[in-house]
């Protein structure tokens, strides 16, 4: 009863996720393809977890988990180019200019290529079976590539905090709120990801702090950007 709950809530998660994703698309705002990128690279950890949840095989889960983890690299290179985007200079001289460097993009293939030769060497995690709510359930035991994994994911999320924290401290007061908003929604949902209960809900709280996300950078009053 509790594993169909949590599959009925990811359901909607997804589904709303795929909403705000095509909503963004449709905006006129500048910002509206980065946003809709973000939200559309939340749906694979999502399903990831939904998978793992759902099965009591092994081989299901395993996919699950690398829906999971690969889709984890795809968030945050969605957020650091929504970063680029959103954070760039507005003068003439540094418009082309990122926030966050482009050599963080070959950290994430690396990591990508890393977790999938896991398949190979076994060298990332490997699943362990326990029992949850009557029925087995894997969880991930992480391993070497597993760390590797989390220092290039936690790095980047705290190069796009730092960006954000200094854009809160150079912008006029005028514009310091479109900028707290978004850190504010990035320090809860990360914090989130560092818990874990029996059944895994941190997808929950992530996505549900970048629909908070999604709803100040898209639906909210006109002098949003």
Request: overall charge positive.
């Amino acid at each position: 009863m509790i594993r169909s709950a949590f599959i009925i809530i990811f359901s909607v998660l997804i589904a709303t996720l795929l909403i705000c994703g095509l909503v963004s698309l449709r905006s006129q705002k500048p910002i509206g393809r980065s946003v809709c990128l973000f939200c559309l690279s939340l749906i694979p950890p999502v399903l990831g977890n939904m998978i793992i949840i759902a099965t009591s095989k092994r081989a299901v889960a395993t996919v699950g988990c690398y829906t999971y983890y690969l889709g984890m690299d795809l968030i945050m290179y969605t957020l650091i180019r929504f970063t680029n985007e959103y954070c760039r200079a507005n003068n003439t001289r540094d418009s082309k200019r990122n926030s966050i460097p482009g050599w963080i993009t070959f950290l994430f293939v690396i990591d990508v290529v890393q977790l999938l030769l896991n398949l190979a060497f076994g060298h990332a995690f490997y699943l362990q079976e326990v029992e949850a709510y009557g029925r087995p359930y894997f969880i991930m035991n992480p391993l070497l590539g597993q760390t590797f994994h989390r220092i290039v994911c936690y790095g980047a999320m705290a190069m796009v905090m730092l960006t954000f924290i200094v854009k809160c401290i150079r912008v006029p007061r005028l514009y310091k709120e479109r900028y707290i908003i978004i850190l504010i929604s990035m320090i809860f949902g990360t914090m989130w990801q560092t818990f874990y209960i029996s059944l895994d809900c941190r997808p929950i709280v992530s996505s549900c702090s970048s629909m908070v996300f999604w709803y100040f950078k898209i639906c909210s009053l006109s002098h949003w950007r």
